[in-house]
T-cell receptor
Framework: DAGVTQSPTHLIKTRGQQVTLRCSPK?????VSWYQQALGQGPQFIFQ???????QRGNFPDRFSGHQFPNYSSELNVNALLLGDSALYLC?????????????FGQGTRLTVV | AQTVTQSQPEMSVQEAETVTLSCTYD???????LFWYKQPPSRQMILVIR??????QNATENRFSVNFQKAAKSFSLKISDSQLGDAAMYFC???????????FGKGITLSVRP
């Protein structure tokens, strides 16, 4: 079982550019959540996808958008990058239950905006 | 809104000793779940232990145990017989089915002295 895989592991972008991050969930999982983790902080919830629909969204601007594909993989898109978007972006996959079933995390994508 | 507070930014423990990491939370929900996650330098979040709020018995997983005080909204993690591999950031997290997202604290950096 490959677990949750994210790509790329690192990338550097310039202010104003757009970026796409990718996530493949753990086998058998169909719910994908994205988190932003600033340096020295805890992860902050961006949004969650289930059945190709955004089910829940955190307090992030519309510059952050996502997509889920029929194979449950997901993309996070960020437009008009700001310096403050520099962070570790974590993807977590889980089953679509409401009982706190364990979420499995990928190793993240380290985004640096210069 | 639910909040999770970890007031200790750093802690240090001698190898083979016991250490306790503190966490408090705030919620108006009656049914929820609490977690401790470990994030080593590899960046991947690893679930350490999980507690269901409706269970009075404290969860244990080998050397890891929690002290769950529901009325006080306190959820501390005890690590017994600390090992060098326990050195990492530890995050306390809250989950309630109503919002289906994990809310994390700021984390605590644990170092283990040989």
């Amino acid at each position: 079982d490959a677990g949750v895989t994210q790509s790329p592991t690192h990338l550097i972008k310039t202010r104003g550019q757009q970026v796409t991050l990718r996530c493949s969930p753990k086998s058998g999982h169909d719910t994908v959540s994205w988190y932003q983790q600033a340096l020295g902080q805890g992860p902050q919830f961006i949004f969650q996808y289930y059945e190709e629909e955004e089910r829940q969204r955190g307090n992030f601007p519309d510059r952050f958008s996502g997509h889920q594909f029929p194979n449950y993989s997901s993309e996070l898109n960020v437009n008009a990058l700001l310096l403050g978007d520099s962070a570790l972006y974590l993807c977590a996959s889980s089953l679509p239950t409401w009982d706190g079933t364990e979420a499995f995390f990928g190793q993240g994508t380290r985004l640096t905006v210069v | 809104a639910q909040t999770v507070t970890q007031s200790q930014p750093e802690m240090s423990v001698q190898e083979a000793e016991t250490v306790t990491l503190s966490c408090t939370y705030d919620t108006s929900e009656s049914d929820y779940y609490l977690f401790w996650y470990k994030q080593p330098p590899s960046r991947q979040m690893i679930l350490v232990i999980r507690q269901e709020a409706y269970k009075q018995q404290n969860a244990t997983e080998n050397r890891f145990s929690v002290n769950f005080q529901k009325a006080a909204k306190s959820f501390s993690l005890k690590i017994s017989d600390s090992q060098l591999g326990d050195a990492a950031m530890y995050f306390c997290a809250y989950f309630a089915g109503a919002n289906s997202k994990l809310t994390f604290g700021k984390g605590i950096t644990l170092s283990v002295r040989p």
